[in-house]
């Protein structure tokens, strides 16, 4: 499964880092906030040529030594990031888009949530948590 | 090396040499569209071919794959046209041809016979060309006729030969093609069958890469590099799921080959079209995982050029150098520790000269997306490789380092030949760069500006700042912090703009360490102050730096103070004002209370706290709408900073005024924040918003200063006191807090924060309790005194000037209050120092109270309401006071009282006015019978208070009567003198009211004030109307006698009467009218005339008229008048009888509303002539008697009408 999971608010501030806790979380912060650099660069390729498609996936931002990093970005330009390991070689594209649309989901519940204030880092222990693709490490 | 496929050349080796070139010429010319097996797509596709001549060891042999030297097709040539010759050698050659081709099972064959014109000249009697065609036909193709083609002319220029030529070459491609089909098909099979065998023991990846790679050789040599790089695809992806099911525990043997440990390094080998080393390595099963992989690469990336696929080179690289890495770490390869970098390294660098050579400047820079990620890698690697060979380090490599560079050179190996002439080859740079820091130093730079501008160029400013911020600890380690400082700086801002705090926090780490080492003190407190209270760091390291700022803090240095933020350490959170108005008063206390909330680790003791406070001088009460912020408690909250806040909008309530009436002219919304929001926001500053941390702390010079001392700074609040400013509004610019050297500034207060001291002039106002003050009575008044700034001091007095018309009578009680406190006093020393002047003596009060105490004054119902005196007052004022006014709506007569007031705190007296309502309306008459005389007073009450009346006082007469609410009393008294009756009469009409429920005592005295004149009665009037003559009684329509007869009781006094003396007899005029205003009686003839009275007593004079009664009845006698006659004196006596003239003059007359009355009438002789005819000039005048001077003795009196004893035939005449 993932080593950790990124959501970047529009501003491209981090909503929700949560990382494999053994590897260093910092290393983690590092790599996700570079990875915006190829967001950016990707919905601006695809404002241009695929409008339309309401492709949100963003495929693979960029690959490191040990971590491939996955982009998906809401259509309210909210940024999803998932970082595997690259050892990790069972894992497919189909499964990292599954993840996505997961998250998706349990983002869009975090948003129902009255108690939330939209902007704020998500906090709530019960919301992104339910779903813990990190469980699996 | 150029590989076509082989066709070979049997027969006549000198035609088929003059044939080659055109042939080999032409083949190519025209593509083919080639089928393929499979439901592969078919694709076009331009043949050539290796002609080479026919050998029977070219055949393959049996069980002999080799593709490459496979020959596709074999041609038999000829230019026989002798059919002699063709049975006689040419049949028999063709017949070895074939049977050497069938032992090898080849069908792939094709005999050419060329014909030309100069044999057919040469040889009349031969036989039809086609015969010898034909001939090979029948002999050697049975069911394939089409094995077996003619050529014409081959070397001439005619359209005929072109047209041979044309259809031999179409003849030979579909044949080539047919014979690729099939061989590579049955090629195809046999490799797949190859592969199925995988699970077999003993099958070995390196043969099927062998044969699966001749496949790829094949296609590359049929221009199919798409093919041929699918089969490296499949080749690379085979191995590569062996590597993953060895990872899951599942390996084959054959892997053990590649479990080797790594012995060289040498990267990448891109120059070469086919690696052979490799290859040889791989055919022999020796290859290692990075020579396999590096050979496999080589040949993608050689396919992928011919391709013009350049950037997917580079992309491919990168996810090879990576999964190398991965597969030797899966594989638990040993490597020696530095040998991947190097690999790596040399890799990147010869990816990008192998695509730097086949691409230009101008695609390159295009693509620098493509290669930047192969510069970060080479970069990292290198680094790591500097990092490990100790090259980084500020003292240089130890031995131990230099054995492992020597250990890592030596698997480099030797330079490869192709590099070794070149200079910048990756190889001599890897060595260069290991040799000596410096030169690892130049590399390094060299590589991370490079990586650096090329993110920079491609927009990707954070992957830039990263790699600034390796660079940075680069620096760091080198012990060279100046170079560092931008580059984290630079990195800073970025996470700080986005609000990464984990990143930011560690960034921020590395600028205080280097700022430490630059010795930047206010910069490094500044960061130290920032990560004391990061909570992203430990107890442990906020400690440490809070112990730096405050190790800092006590040093006694001279240079001057470090200003901090203060939002660093410490949170604003609330601010609260008691009172919670924020408005006092001079010389009031301000609570002005400041929640604090320390972010620091530890208690930190400030020496003072102290908030700077910008004044103006502006009127209090101006503001209020600016402090919007404050809440109605007096607390002001200050937000959180939040990420999200920053772009909130800041609306505030817009309300206009219009100057003159106050009304509400406008409202509206309006955005403070407008100057951030609409900001351009493109991506570039979107990242370098400035560090608010940093920028200058400008600390206010000069400004008021709020202070507390010795504020000892626990996560907690802090209140401050202050007290006594100059009136104005405040407003909270800074806050600042002093700790030793180090002061701590907020330099902005926002939502602005505004505190009001105002001043006041102490004020005294009287103000009624009921709402109308009633004269006479006792009423209660309220002193208000606002003492403003004054504060009462003992002994200090009112002083209040008594008028004799409203005496302070005594004050009920006192209260004095505060705006917060009420403190009811009790009463004392209140009495008055002289009868002109009350002095009230005040309690002590502080400033900005209230004393309030009830007074009851009493103010005296003039008895004379007409006539006023101004008083002089006792302090020498003259009061312009008790003007009295009626108001009519009321009835109420109203007196206005101004009050002088000497207040302790002015030299100046305060007028204070009180109204009064004098609660009655009083009348008097004279009321005469004969000789007899009697007043009348009416008292009516036009108050809303009920009163009681007593004592009523003109005689001795006494009743108590009560007086409701605009009742009116009547008294009448009868005046009786003895001797000779006073000219005129003084009277005082005095009575006790007070009101209906009040006690006895409370009953006040009402005194009016009235004088009589000319009480006597001078004459008497008496009349008798009596019947015609002959007649019995008075009938309406007949005439009746009148005759008045007045008489003179007594002797005028002489300023009376005007005496005329004719014949020495005194006598007085007199001017009668007889007028009947209710037209009962028509008077005949003179109505009025002129009477000379003898000035005796008791002389009467008898006038007579005659009158006609209009009606039947009781009907009372005419009014009959008398006045004194005033002749003009000038002028001659007028003659008595000129009505008209009298009729005018009555203008002058006093009694204006009766000639009106008179006039309209327009009943007797009257307004015969009109009034304007008459000339103006000097006229007599008639002057009233005073109202006892004439008793009418008619008034009352009636006489009896009978109705006409003939209506109809009554006439009347009027004349």
Partial sequence: MAVCIAVIAKENYPLYIRSVPTQGELKFHYTVHTSLDVVEEKISGVGKALADQRELYLGLLYPTEDYKVYGYVTNSKVKFVIVVDSSNTSLRDNEIRSMFRKLHNSFTDVMCNPFYNPGDPIQSKTDLMKWQPLNGL | ?1215
């Fill in chain 2, 1 to 1215: 090396m150029e590989n076509k496929p082989i066709v070979t050349c049997a027969g006549d080796q000198n035609l088929f040499t003059a044939l080659y070139g055109s042939l080999t010429q032409q083949l190519p010319r025209e593509p083919m569209e080639w089928r393929r097996s499979y439901g592969r797509a078919p694709k076009m596709i331009y043949l050539e071919a290796n002609f080479v001549q026919f050998k029977e060891e070219l055949l393959p042999k049996e069980g002999n794959k080799a593709l490459l030297t496979f020959p596709f097709l074999h041609i038999y040539w000829t230019d026989c046209c002798d059919t002699e010759v063709y049975k006689a050698s040419v049949k028999e050659d063709m017949q070895r041809w074939q049977a050497a081709l069938r032992l090898h099972g080849s069908v792939d064959w094709l005999i050419a016979v060329v014909e030309s014109d100069n044999k057919k000249k040469n040889k009349t009697n031969i036989l039809p060309r086609t015969s010898i065609v034909d001939k090979i036909r029948n002999d050697f193709c049975n069911k394939q006729s089409d094995r077996c083609v003619s050529l014409c002319d081959p070397l001439k220029e005619s359209s005929r030969s072109q047209e041979s030529w044309s259809s031999f070459l179409m003849k030979l491609r579909t044949l080539l093609l047919m014979s690729f089909t099939r061989n590579l098909g049955r090629f195809e099979d046999d490799m797949r069958t190859l592969r199925e065998k995988r699970t077999e023991p003993g099958w070995s990846f390196c043969d099927y890469f062998m044969v699966q790679e001749e496949l790829a050789f094949v296609f590359e040599m049929l221009q199919q590099f798409e093919e041929a790089l699918v089969q490296y695809d499949e080749l690379d992806a085979l191995f590569t799921q062996y590597v993953l099911n060895f990872g899951a525990g599942d390996g084959a043997n054959w892997l053990g080959s590649f479990c080797q440990p790594v012995r060289s390094w040498n990267g990448l080998l891109l120059r070469r079209p086919i690696d052979m080393e490799k290859r040889d390595l791989i055919q022999r099963g020796e290859a290692s995982l990075l020579d396999l992989r590096s050979y496999l690469f080589s040949r993608q990336c050689t396919l992928l050029i011919f391709l013009q696929r350049p950037w997917e080179v580079t992309a491919r690289a990168l996810e090879l150098l990576h999964n190398c890495v991965q597969e030797l770490r899966l594989l638990e390869v040993s490597v020696v520790s530095g040998a991947l970098d190097c690999w790596v390294f040399l890799s990147c660098l010869e990816v990008l000269h192998r695509i730097e050579g086949c691409c230009d400047r101008s695609q390159l820079e295009a693509n620098s997306s493509h290669t930047v990620g192969l510069w970060t890698y080479a970069t990292e690697k290198l680094r790591s490789l500097g990092d490990l060979c100790g090259l980084v380090s500020e003292n240089g490599p130890n031995s131990e380092d230099l054995n492992k560079t020597v250990d890592l050179l030596a698997g480099l190996g030797a330079e490869r030949p192709e590099t070794v002439n070149s200079p910048q080859s990756p190889y001599k740079k890897l060595k260069e760069a290991l040799s000596s820091v410096e030169a690892f130093e130049k590399h390094y730079l060299e590589l991370s500006h490079a990586a650096m501008e090329m993110y920079r160029a491609i927009g990707r400013l954070r992957s830039a700042r990263l790699l600034g911020k390796s660079l940075a600890e680069f620096y760091m380690r080198k012990g060279d912090p100046q170079s560092a400082e931008n580059f984290l700086l630079d990195s800073l801002k970025s996470y700080v703009s986005e609000s990464w705090s984990l990143p930011l926090t560690h960034t921020r780490k590395q600028i205080a360490e280097c700022q430490k080492q630059l010795q930047k003190m206010d910069e490094y407190l500044q960061t130290s102050a920032l990560l004391a209270s990061d909570t992203n760091l430990s107890d442990e390291e906020r400690r440490h730096f809070c112990q730096e700022i405050l190790t800092f803090a006590s040093q006694t240095a001279e240079d001057a103070r470090v200003a901090l933020s203060m939002s660093s350490v410490t949170r604003l959170q609330e601010l609260c004002f008691r009172p919670s108005s924020a408005l006092v008063h001079v010389s009031a206390a301000l609570l002005l209370e400041l929640r604090l909330c320390s972010l620091m680790p530890v208690p930190v003791t400030l020496e003072h706290i102290s908030a700077s406070i910008h004044f103006t001088e502006e009127q209090p009460g101006s503001t209020a709408q600016k402090r919007a912020a404050q809440n109605p408690d007096g607390t002001v909250t200050f937000p959180a900073a939040s990420p999200a806040s920053a772009s909130a909008l800041e609306l505030c309530e817009m309300l206009e005024h219009s100057p003159s009436d106050n009304t509400l002219s406008s409202a509206g919304l309006a955005c403070r924040n407008m100057h951030l929001l609409m900001r351009r926001n493109d991506s570039a500053t979107s990242l370098d918003t400035p560090n608010t941390a940093l920028t200058a702390l400008a600390l206010e010079d000069g400004a008021q200063m709020l202070r507390a001392s010795d504020v000892t700074l626990s996560p907690g609040n802090n209140s401050i006191v202050f007290t006594s400013q100059k009136p104005g509004v405040y407003t909270l610019r800074q806050l600042c807090a002093t700790l030793g050297r180090v002061q701590l500034v907020l330099p902005h207060l926002y939502p602005v924060v505004q505190y009001e001291v105002y001043s006041q002039e102490p004020q005294l106002s009287i103000q009624p309790l009921t709402e109308h003050l009633l004269a006479g009575l006792p009423q209660q008044v309220k002193f208000t005194i606002l003492t403003g700034h004054y504060s009462v001091k003992k002994g200090d007095a009112l002083q209040l000037s008594n008028t004799d018309s409203m005496p302070v009578l005594h004050s009920s009680t006192r209260k004095q209050h505060s705006s917060e406190t009420e403190i009811f006093c009790n009463i004392r020393n209140l009495f008055p120092s002289s009868e002109k002047v009350t002095s009230i003596s005040l309690p002590v009060t502080p400033p900005y109270h209230t004393l309030e105490f009830l007074l009851d004054v009493l103010c005296h119902i003039p008895s004379c309401p007409a006539r006023m005196e101004s008083e002089r007052l006792t302090n020498g004022q003259i009061s312009h006071r008790t003007r009295s006014r009626t108001r009519f709506n009321s009835g109420m007569t109203l007196i206005d009282q101004k009050v002088s007031v000497d207040c302790p705190w002015s030299i100046y007296s305060t007028l204070v006015s009180l109204t009064f309502h004098v609660p009655f309306k009083v009348k008097h008459s004279l009321l005469s019978v004969g000789r007899r005389k009697f007043i009348q007073v009416c008292l009516q009450n036009v108050s809303d208070t009920n009163f009681r009346l007593t004592n009523q006082t003109l005689t001795e007469n006494q009743h108590t009567p009560s007086l409701e609410l605009q009742q009116c009393v009547f008294s009448v008294w009868e005046l009786r003198w003895s001797g000779v009756s006073p000219v005129s009469l003084h009277c005082e009409f005095s009575a006790s009211f007070a009101p209906a429920d009040a006690p006895d005592a409370a009953l006040k005295p009402y005194r009016y004030h009235f004088t009589l004149e000319r009480v006597s009665t001078l004459l008497s009037v008496c009349a008798e109307i009596r019947p015609a003559e002959g007649e019995q009684d008075c009938r309406t329509g007949a005439l009746c006698r009148l005759e008045v007869s007045l008489t003179r009781l007594s002797e005028p006094s002489d300023s009376d009467e005007e005496y005329s003396d004719t014949d020495g007899l005194r006598t007085t005029r007199l001017l009668y009218e007889v007028i009947d205003n209710n037209s009962n009686w028509a008077v005949c003839g003179k109505s009025s005339g002129v009477v000379s009275m003898p000035v005796a007593a008791m002389a009467t004079h008898k006038v007579h008229m005659e009158v006609m009664p209009l009606f039947a009845g009781h009907l009372p006698f005419p009014s009959i008048r008398l006045f004194k006659y005033l002749p003009h004196h000038a002028s001659p006596v007028i003659p008595p009888d000129t009505d008209s003239c009298l009729e005018n003059d009555s203008l002058s007359l006093d009694d204006q509303a009766e000639t009106a009355s008179l006039r309209s009438r327009g009943s007797v002789q009257s307004l015969g002539s009109g009034e304007s005819a008459q000339p103006r000039g000097p006229m007599p005048k008639r002057q009233a008697f005073g109202p006892g001077q004439v008793f009418n003795g008619t008034q009352g009196q009636q006489v009896l009408v009978l109705p006409a004893a003939d209506h109809h035939l009554m006439e009347v005449n009027v004349t």
